[in-house]
Every structure is written in structure tokens, then in C-alpha cells.
């Protein structure tokens, strides 16, 4: 996988301001172009009968990739609880830019539940539409300090969709809990 994605120029994303649920990227203020600007990197949820989802827009993949790694720690818990106390690197392939997100997702739900770590801060290194790799900062959870909403089960291809739009990307995704 470092063939894929060595020749890609790091995108580094910038933490958003503790209570805002949503994450914005600074811009050249000097750049001119003909097109709309970018919206910010966003994510909401959504009404779901039994699981949680969030509908999520980024003007870049990277930027999709780490607000939705942003979504998936908020529908667990506080994002604002969560300090950058550990770095860990993460880097995953898969065939497609959705089974990507999917493989993305559950990766780092996998840390969460096996090394009991949160993740609030994300900087996509690498990325293409097979293959990320990032560094993610968090914490170990801690129970004093952290209230857990919801366990998630399983990050699942229900409802999924992953896609390029005129002003950058959108992407949907439903959590099992």
C-alpha cells in the first residue's frame, strides 16, 4: 500500500474549536477562481429506526475521511471531552472509495473497542480513492471524565454512499449500535 500512496502530498486538517460539530478548513484568501467556494468540512446526523447515521460533506476526501472519523467519536461520546493525549497511526486499503470509508470507519472503531481509545483530532497523510493513511489523536477513555453514549457494533453498507459532487464530496454512513 505505500506504493499508493507515497506520491500523494500530505493534507493536514486543522482541529475544530471544542463544541463546534464541524470541522473548517482555513483557505488562501488570496486565490481567485470562477468557482463557488468549498463548504466547510460538516457532519449531521440523521433519523434512523434502530441505528445511528450521519450525513456528512467535506470539499476534499481527506476532509470527508476526518470529519466522518469526527462523526463516528461523537455519536460515542462528547467530542469535546476528548484530549490529544496519543497519536496512533492508521492506514487501510480496500477496492473502493465505499468499502474504503467503511474499512476507514471500522478501523477505528476496532481501537476503540479493543484498546478502549477516543479520537477527536484527525490528519489525513495520504489518501486515494483504495488507500488512506492518517495519524489520529485521542485518549484511553476515561470514565470520570468521558459519558458513553453508544457503543457501535459495526460500521455497516446500509443506506452507504460515498460521493464526488460539484463543490467536493458527500457521504452517508449508519452505525449498528
Not at 481527506?62 to 484530549?83: C, H, K, N, P, Y
Not at 487501510?92 to 472509495?97: K, L, Q, R
Not at 485518549?139 to 468521558?146: L, S
Request: hydrophobic share 45%.
Amino acid at each position: 500500500m505505500a506504493n499508493a500512496l507515497d506520491s500523494l502530498a500530505p493534507k493536514t486538517l486543522l482541529s475544530p474549536q471544542r463544541g463546534v460539530v464541524s470541522t473548517m478548513i482555513e483557505r488562501n484568501r488570496n486565490s481567485v477562481s470562477n468557482k463557488p467556494p468549498l463548504p466547510a468540512a460538516v457532519f449531521a446526523p440523521i433519523d434512523h429506526t434502530a441505528d445511528v447515521g450521519y450525513r456528512l460533506a467535506a470539499p476534499t476526501l481527506a476532509e470527508l475521511f476526518a470529519v466522518a472519523g469526527r462523526a463516528l467519536f461523537d455519536a460515542i461520546t462528547a467530542l469535546e471531552s476528548i484530549q490529544p493525549r496519543l497519536a496512533r497511526q492508521i492506514q487501510v486499503e480496500a477496492g473502493d472509495v465505499e468499502a474504503l470509508f467503511v474499512t476507514w470507519l471500522s478501523e477505528l472503531n476496532f481501537y476503540c473497542l479493543t484498546e478502549f481509545e477516543l479520537y477527536g483530532d484527525f490528519t489525513i497523510e495520504a489518501i486515494s480513492p483504495t488507500a488512506v493513511r492518517a495519524t489520529v489523536r485521542g485518549e484511553k477513555i476515561d470514565p470520570a471524565r468521558h459519558v458513553i453514549h453508544t457503543e457501535i457494533k459495526a460500521v455497516t453498507y446500509h443506506e452507504l454512499y460515498v460521493r464526488q459532487v460539484e463543490n467536493g464530496w458527500e457521504a452517508q454512513v449508519i452505525f449498528d449500535v
